[in-house]
């Protein structure tokens, strides 16, 4: 069964800082991973994927993340955070290729302060 | 862009009401879900649906159920609503196949009282 953990239920940075948002994975196979984005009472707004290929992956906002296989890792970060950056963060992962459905972790809430 | 329309944000309906959950996507995407989402708890599949007509159950598919008559519309039906139903449901579609992309739509709050 694929799983994923957020180990941080908040992370707090302050503004123009790095950010790095923690997200570990487990599946038997290869995996895909996903980061998403929610917004206060919103629907989660796609990131970025780790398909194949380039470990680093840059997504959308100025954000990436790094595909670690050895560690079963996929951190989200930032090199310089904004206050808008303030939101709920999914990380999600798919388990092979063809099966559909995403598990999602319990989410990371970033608190970016001025 | 991928859209992904829920019928209805905000609802509140009483408690033994059958409730039904409309979404719509308009990029021709064969996978469609329901999640139901909880503080602390994260996402957590409710059904999805691969085709037309066909369904799964997903991690808690108990006091729901779903219909998928058309392609681009995958309704949620909680058949007797109970309190704790209360929560926000998203929707969200995708084309088949494990890279691809599920996109989300706005959700929606559902009350039961």
């Known amino acids: 069964a694929q799983s994923v953990a957020q180990p941080e239920d908040q992370v707090n940075v302050a503004e123009g800082n790095p950010l790095t948002v923690k997200c570990t994975y487990s599946?038997?196979?290869?995996?895909?991973l996903f980061w998403y984005v929610q917004y206060p009472n919103r629907g989660l707004q796609f990131l970025l994927k780790?398909?194949?290929?380039?470990?680093l992956v840059k997504g959308s906002y100025g954000f990436e993340a790094e595909f670690n296989k050895s560690q079963t890792s996929f951190h989200l970060k930032k090199p310089s955070a904004l206050v808008s950056d303030s939101a709920l963060y999914f990380c999600?992962?798919?388990?092979?290729?063809?099966?559909?459905?995403?598990?999602f972790g319990k989410g990371t809430m970033l608190l970016v302060s001025p | 862009d991928v859209k992904v329309t829920q019928s209805s944000r905000y609802l509140v309906k009483r408690t033994g009401e059958k409730v039904f959950l409309e979404c719509v996507q308009d990029?021709?995407?064969?996978?469609m879900f329901w999640y139901r989402q909880d503080p602390g708890l994260g996402l957590r599949l409710i059904y999805f649906?691969?085709?037309?007509?066909?369904?799964e159950k997903g991690d808690i598919p108990e006091g729901y159920s779903v219909s998928r008559e058309k392609k681009e519309r995958f309704s949620l039906i909680l058949e007797s609503a109970s309190t704790n139903q209360t929560s926000m449901y998203l929707c969200?579609?995708?084309?088949?196949?494990?890279?691809?992309?599920?996109?989300f739509g706005e959700g929606s709050w559902l009350t039961v009282v």
């Open positions: 990029m021709d995407h064969e996978n």
């Open positions: 780790y398909i194949t290929g380039d470990n």
């Open positions: 599946v038997s196979g290869n995996p895909y």
């Open positions: 999600a992962v798919r388990e092979r290729p063809g099966y559909s459905t995403l598990t």
């Open positions: 649906s691969y085709d037309v007509k066909m369904k």
């Open positions: 969200a579609s995708s084309l088949s196949g494990g890279g691809n992309t599920i996109y």
